[in-house]
Each structure stands twice: as structure tokens, then as C-alpha cells.
């Protein structure tokens, strides 16, 4: 069945930097764009940045524009998300998603915490 599994999310200090991974399993990965959402506790799921299928598109919420990079290896079947320069306010849990638009497919990890505290 369809699996993604985030990791690398953590506890860091103002400025410092993380990159989280999303393996993913059970499809076609070249075949879905991939995206990353986080949700700050009390807050809605926001979307923080996309790739599309072959990694030549990339879209970036306004407040990581700059900070955060995604990036996805297709022979790894995996998909990154490089934070640096990051903010209190970046703490969130972070959620992998695919999404194809034929054959249907619309998935979620389990997400992985991110927390910037000092």
C-alpha cells in the first residue's frame, strides 16, 4: 500500500537548519508531485512548499521563501525539505504529501515534529 514516512524533524535553536525526508513506497513516485505542510498546534495545515513531478517546478510559501528548499530524488524515491535560517514560528509538525491527479492518489505521512526554541 501506498507509504510515506517523514524523519529528520527535531530540536533546534534560532537560525540553525534541519532537512527532513519523506520516503515514500507503494507508487509510482515520478509519477505524483510532492508536497510539504506543517501544522503549528491550534492553527490550520499549511501548505510550505511543492515539486512537481520531475523536480522542475518548485513553489514556496511566502513566509520560507528563501530559507527552505525542497528537492526530491527519484531514484531514491524520496523527497526533502532543507530548512535554515529557521524561526520560532517554523514549529510545527511537518507532513509529507503526494498528490497525482490520474489514477486518483492523494496521501499523507505521519508527520515529524520540528521544533525552534532556545
Known amino acids: 500500500q501506498v507509504q510515506l514516512v517523514e524523519s529528520g524533524g527535531d530540536m533546534v535553536q534560532p537560525g540553525g537548519s534541519l532537512r527532513l525526508s519523506c520516503a515514500a513506497s507503494?507508487?509510482?513516485?515520478?509519477?505524483?508531485?510532492m508536497r510539504w505542510y506543517r501544522q503549528a498546534p491550534g492553527k490550520e495545515r499549511e501548505l510550505v512548499a511543492g515539486?512537481?513531478?520531475?523536480?522542475?517546478?518548485?513553489n514556496y510559501a511566502d513566509s520560507v521563501k528563501g530559507r527552505f528548499t525542497i528537492s526530491r530524488d527519484n531514484a531514491k524515491n524520496t523527497v526533502y525539505l532543507q530548512m535554515n535560517s529557521l524561526k520560532p514560528e517554523d514549529t510545527a509538525v511537518y507532513y509529507c504529501?503526494?498528490?497525482?491527479?490520474?489514477?486518483?492518489?492523494?496521501?499523507w505521512g505521519q508527520g515529524t515534529q520540528v521544533t525552534v526554541s532556545s
Open positions: 504529501n503526494a498528490d497525482r491527479t490520474w489514477p486518483r492518489l492523494n496521501s
Open positions: 507503494g507508487f509510482t513516485f515520478s509519477s505524483a508531485a
Open positions: 515539486i512537481t513531478r520531475d523536480g522542475g517546478s518548485t
